[in-house]
């Protein structure tokens, strides 16, 4: 690695200029009991990544003022003054030590079960009440739950926005409310939310222009997106060029500025035949900034089983693939997941060319938050 090394150059869009091209990917830790307020623990977790060289942090999932927003013990909410105010401190944290950062805003939908506290009575809402396909469970989404749920992350992007942070990603992935619009397995409405692809996407679009009318112009609205879910890694949205297409357009068009493309393992390719990897068709499609993501810099991927939500240990692994396609330009951004958990200063180490200091990431690194 030397001073050509592509993670580390700096990296613009509209306002917002990232020193390097390193993003910290969200993930899930739990370690906000007290009211779903993140506290000093949280504040200091996220402000040694920031001082470790990350370039954009993305937050936790952290759940917008709607209920039925949360399926997990421990998340932190983005709805609240209490818990607006923790989020302040993070962001006045991360920006002092260097970094920026953006607050993913989260929904899980029919993931969530009833008896999930602190709000134990309330059901799991989702576009048809599935949480899997073929299993109505849940709470089947009026009009109005639908409209209730686009306002939430409205609201919610102007708040952050108001409490200083660079961005704002929505979480489209995994098998969450928005993808449970976008999968068809989850999605068997009758109405103009179902059907075609694009037709499944109309509730991420109008959620999409909800978030850019609240925010403005020129504030970067990031956008998680995934073929496989939680509930079955096999699923695919777009099986070839020309439904990603179809998919893709209308979201961009809505208001993304940068896509995030979920994958497990970065280096596969989404399609036969052609070498680039979702964030690559993405870009080539949209024409717009994608940030790749899968098992970067770690040899196993994390977790092994659909459903499952526990991160697999795996040991440091070579940069050489990653950097070769990124200086194809094949994606813009890369983000960086388990390998930042276990080593805070991840990206002042690679920059520093000590990798041989890389920790190996465990399972007892989820215990605490260092």
């Not at 003022?65 to 997990?72: D, L, M, N, P, T």
């Not at 909800?210 to 998680?224: E, H, L, S, Y």
Request: glycine share 10%.
């Amino acid at each position: 690695m030397n001073s050509e090394n592509p993670l580390f150059r700096p990296f613009k869009l509209g306002d917002m200029t990232l020193k390097n091209r390193i993003v910290m990917a969200p993930m899930t830790r739990n370690f906000s009991p007290n009211n779903n307020v993140p506290g000093d623990n949280v504040v200091e977790y996220y402000r040694r990544r920031a001082e470790g060289g990350v370039g954009l942090i993305v937050t936790e999932g952290t759940c917008v003022g709607h209920i039925g927003a949360s399926g997990y013990p421990g998340v932190p909410y983005f709805h609240g003054k209490e818990r607006l105010a923790g989020w302040t401190k993070v962001v006045n944290a991360v920006h002092a030590a260097g970094g920026k950062i953006a607050p993913q805003l989260w929904h899980v939908g029919a993931v969530r079960k009833t008896g999930t506290m602190p709000e134990g009575d309330v059901p799991g809402y989702g576009p048809s009440g599935m949480n899997v396909p073929g299993k109505v469970n849940r709470e089947v989404m009026s009009q109005k739950d639908i409209d209730d749920v686009i306002g939430a992350f409205a609201q919610a992007a102007a708040d952050a926005k108001e409490t200083g942070f660079d961005a704002v990603e929505l979480h489209g992935a995994h098998g969450y409310l928005i993808d449970q619009f976008f999968w068809e397995g989850t999605n068997q409405r009758n109405d103009h939310y179902a059907g075609s692809i694009e037709s499944r996407g109309r509730f991420a679009v109008e959620l999409i222009e909800a978030v850019r009318q609240a925010v403005g112009p020129d504030f970067p609205i990031i956008f998680r997106w995934s073929q496989w879910k939680l509930q079955d890694y096999s699923a695919r949205l777009a099986k070839n060029p020309q439904e990603l297409e179809r998919f893709l357009l209308p979201l961009s068009n809505a208001g993304v500025d940068i896509f995030h493309c979920s994958q497990r393992r970065f280096w596969e390719s989404e399609f036969e035949g052609v070498e680039l990897n979702l964030a690559g068709w993405t870009q080539k499609i949209t024409g717009k900034p994608a940030i790749t993501v899968g098992s970067v810099g770690l040899d196993a991927v994390f977790t092994p089983k659909p459903g499952e939500m526990t991160f697999r240990e795996a040991d440091p692994a070579s940069l050489d693939t990653l950097l070769d396609r990124m200086n194809e330009k094949e994606f813009d951004l890369v983000a960086v997941g388990r390998a930042l958990i276990s080593n805070p200063a991840w990206v002042n180490l690679v920059q520093e060319k000590r990798m041989d200091e890389l920790k190996p990431f465990r399972k007892e690194n989820l215990g605490e938050l260092v």
